[in-house]
């Protein structure tokens, strides 16, 4: 069993900030790669970034290269996603999700958080 709390979120103004961070438990942390998606109201939940076990190993989706940057402190058990120059689109509750077998829509992950509600306001 995995357990995944997201934190972070909250309203923010476009082209601003925001950090997530996904606190995991009850398995190694360092053992599993790990998804962020999120899902936007009257939408289906999205891909956003993936990280490798060892951090090695980045990928994003289109929408969101180049302003989002996904990292892990595999000594704190915890997943970062640093979101800037934040835009009305990126608004979104945003989950963390681990054994993806399918990363597209509708992704197909064996565990997830809670989620984090994230508005960014125009």
């Known amino acids: 069993q995995v357990q995944l709390v997201e934190s972070g979120g909250g309203l923010v103004q476009v082209g601003g900030s925001l950090r997530l961070s996904c606190a995991a438990s009850?398995?190694?942390?360092?053992?599993?790669?790990i998804f962020w998606f999120r899902q936007a109201p009257g939408k289906e939940r999205e891909f956003v970034s993936f990280i490798s076990e060892n951090g090695g190993t980045t990928n994003y989706a289109g929408p969101v290269k180049g302003r989002f940057t996904i990292s892990r402190d595999n000594a704190k058990n915890t997943l970062y996603l640093q979101m800037n120059s934040l835009k009305p689109e990126d608004t979104a509750v945003y989950y963390c999700a681990t054994d993806c077998t399918q990363w597209g829509t509708p992704p197909l992950c064996d565990y997830w958080g809670q989620g984090t509600q994230v508005t960014v306001s125009s």
């Open positions: 009850g398995r190694t942390f360092s053992e599993n790669a």
